[in-house]
């Protein structure tokens, strides 16, 4: 699942901003190489919100790992669900 803002741009009425948060990704749809353990700075903005601005990766590279790990787990055991079902339904 995707969580997905827009915003308009500060200095550019005219333009947004959008911004993406992948909740759960169970669908295995971008490579594990892809994904990475991040930072994030904590902004309250004036409104009482909180905005989270994406530092980039952590410097714990086993954090990353252990997260890319997870992924290809789950894909796996996906995969292995439907296999199963595929077989009781033969």
Partial sequence: MV???EMPHP???AMKQ???VYVCDL???EPA???FYANYQR????DGTLEYKLLGPNQDNNKT???QEQGN???IMMMMIMMMQLIVMT
């Fill in 3 to 5: 969580l997905e803002v």
């Fill in 11 to 13: 200095d550019n009425p």
């Fill in 18 to 20: 959008r911004g993406r």
């Fill in 27 to 29: 669908a295995g749809t």
């Fill in 33 to 35: 190489g892809d994904i």
């Fill in 43 to 46: 902004i309250l903005l004036d």
């Fill in 65 to 67: 790992k252990e997260l």
């Fill in 73 to 75: 787990d789950t894909i």
